[in-house]
Nanobody
Framework: VQLQASGGGLVQPGDSLRLSCAIS????????MGWFRQVPGKEHDFVAG????????YYTDSVKGRFTISRDNTKTTLYLQMNSLKPEDTAVYYC???????????????????WGQGTLVTVSS
């Protein structure tokens, strides 16, 4: 499985941005997909997760009501719609896949097997 994240950029507080993660290689048939973010000196923090079958979603508290994780109908792209962005959302954002992941590990970075290269989101006035 190969993942390619894109869509980051410099935006002002309150703006919106949509990140995309192109998925290639063997088709995913289950498990979890997630978005994580990382700032210098810190580990990957969970942002949002999606159960590949069934579409269950889960968010970290700080982004609930502002971010939405989704996938397209062809199941080849994962999205993260980010609204009402805040300076504290500034980070490198990574998409990740865990083809055999279970629900209880949806928000756990070490449980993910494949990672994209990251895309930088900067929220600043």
């Amino acid at each position: 499985v190969q993942l390619q994240a894109s869509g980051g950029g410099l935006v002002q507080p309150g703006d919106s941005l949509r990140l995309s993660c192109a998925i290639s290689g063997p088709p995913l048939r289950g498990g979890n997909m997630g978005w994580f973010r990382q700032v210098p000196g810190k580990e990957h923090d969970f942002v949002a997760g999606l159960r590949w079958n069934g579409g269950y979603t889960y968010y970290t508290d700080s982004v609930k009501g502002r971010f939405t994780i989704s996938r397209d109908n062809t199941k080849t792209t994962l999205y993260l719609q980010m609204n009402s962005l805040k300076p504290e959302d500034t980070a490198v954002y990574y998409c990740a896949a865990a083809p055999r992941g279970i629900l209880s590990t949806l928000g756990t970075a070490p449980a993910y097997d494949y990672w994209g290269q990251g895309t930088l989101v900067t929220v600043s006035s």
